[in-house]
């Protein structure tokens, strides 16, 4: 099964004060005895410091006993706060340019120093240009940038890692020589991804553009063949949303990119919303194509890696690949419900893309991950030396860490010895397995 008891956070789409922040409640069982809230060091004076650290003390403890998850020391935050109106402007999707002749820089996504700042300048995103319309000083930029990363980080994290999932894509031709790659992708344990509006989801798009155009580039002067006879120019990607915490009543969409510049791929993006377990969800692929279940047993799913059938195949192709936005694998209170999602995961032999909120968070989940690969049931997968790396579109807002010292069973309270929860660190692991089998086994 899915966890149930992760947070999500997104910007409210439909409030006035977009420093807004709605987020679901975290379930009882899984709030800890004691949290605590995690701040960025204020650059203010050594005079200001003592008293600034005394009064976040406070609203911490005020926080606390609210159940609050919001960091009111987030300096993000507070930017939209003392300026709700920049912030409005600085969330607004500047339009969208796809050729490649009107840009003013080209956007170099193989860098070692790629950053949402040089995203932003590639895109058009002129938040130096807002500020200084509204009088607001330069010093507010990285406040500006922060505030943005929230709604940008799921589109671009996975937009960056596209090129991973297309290999197995299946690929239709059409009579107009042109080849249409339809990826599709399944975001495991689903919650704030599912509201993120259009607009941002076009991020995506305009990314995984940019990036397949440049990979699509790269192979063709590899192979020295310029006329292929073949134009890959279209994708089609299909994202599907699953997790018992996905909103109610999410109708399946579809939103787009087109040009006329024949350089630029054109590309849709079809989301759907399952409010149901992984497993649920597999169980409904099987009876849409014909195979018998039994309904009073859907969890049902059992696993072996000799498995040949039909039904193991058909499920085995349907997604090719999955992700999972801070799952917490490692959490104490999720990492048995997390095992036999894992399981079937890993026995797809599809990519899995990971991301962790922290380095410590990261640690944890990473445990989980070697222990399922290494577990001798599962055969050897042919992953070694795996671990998490930085990413540079991670979200920067500050929350509540409502995770506990699994180490000693005390609750973490001392922000000063250990790690901010602050998502400037999030960090992420993108797992490349060679094939394996999975067996779906039901009564039918």
């Known amino acids: 099964m899915d966890p149930i008891g992760k947070k999500y956070y997104t910007l409210s789409p439909q409030s006035h004060q977009p420093y807004l922040i709605t987020t679901l409640p975290l379930p009882l069982s899984l709030m800890p005895h004691t949290t605590i809230i995690i701040y960025r060091q204020a650059r203010l004076g050594i005079n200001h410091v003592i008293s600034t650290q005394r009064q976040r003390r406070h609203a911490s403890t005020a926080d606390v006993r609210s ?10 935050r507070s930017f939209a706060k003392d300026h709700p109106a920049v912030a409005r402007r600085v ?5 969208i340019v796809l050729k490649t002749s009107s840009r003013s820089c080209h956007y170099n996504h193989e860098t070692e120093y790629e950053t949402l700042e040089q995203y932003l300048k590639w895109r058009g995103w002129n938040v130096e240009g807002v500020l200084s319309e509204h009088n607001v000083v330069i010093d507010e930029l990285d406040s500006a940038v922060g505030l943005l990363s929230h709604p940008l980080t799921f589109p671009l994290t996975l937009g960056r890692h596209c090129s991973a999932f297309v290999s197995s894509a299946k690929q239709e031709d059409n009579s107009s020589a042109i080849s249409y790659l339809k990826p599709r992708l399944c975001v495991v344990g689903a919650r704030a991804e599912c509201t993120l509006p259009d607009d941002y989801w076009k991020e995506f798009l305009i990314i995984s553009n940019e990036i397949m155009q440049s990979t699509s580039a790269h192979a063709i002067q590899e192979s020295g063949n310029n006329n292929s006879g073949r134009r890959d120019r279209a994708h089609r990607w299909t994202i599907d949303f699953v997790g018992p915490d996905v909103q109610h009543n999410l109708k399946s969409k579809t939103i787009s990119l087109s040009s006329d510049d024949e350089q630029c791929i054109q590309t849709t993006l079809s989301m759907n919303y399952h409010k149901k377990f992984l497993h649920e969800v597999v169980l409904d692929i099987l009876k849409s194509s014909g195979a018998t279940t039994n309904d009073n047993n859907k969890s049902d799913i059992q696993f072996s890696p000799d498995a040949t059938n039909s039904k193991s195949k058909k499920i085995q192709q349907y997604w090719d ?19 036999p999602t894992l399981k079937f995961l890993m026995r797809t032999g599809r990519p899995v893309l990971f991301t962790a909120h922290s380095s410590i ?54 922000s000063h010895h250990s790690p901010r929860i602050n998502l400037e660190g999030i960090i992420i692991l993108l797992l490349q397995l060679e094939l394996t089998a999975v067996a779906v086994v039901t009564d039918g």
């Not at 919001?70 to 300096?75: D, E, H, L, N, T």
């Not at 969330?91 to 339009?95: F, G, I, K, Q, T």
């Not at 690949?321 to 095992?339: Q, S, T």
Request: charged share 25%; aromatic share 10%.
């Open 67 to 76: 159940g609050s998850t919001y960091s009111y020391g987030c300096p993000y």
């Open 91 to 95: 969330l607004e999707v500047p339009p």
């Open 321 to 339: 690949g999955f992700i999972l936005f801070n799952p917490g694998l490692g959490h104490p209170n999720l990492a048995k419900l997390w095992r």
């Open 361 to 414: 968070d990261a640690k944890r989940d990473l445990i989980v991950i070697e222990e399922m690969l290494m577990d001798e049931k599962d055969r050897a997968i042919g992953v070694s030396d795996i671990g998490y790396g930085a990413n540079p579109f991670s979200s920067r807002m500050e929350f509540i860490d409502p995770c506990t010292n699994t180490r000693s069973g005390d609750d973490v309270i001392s």
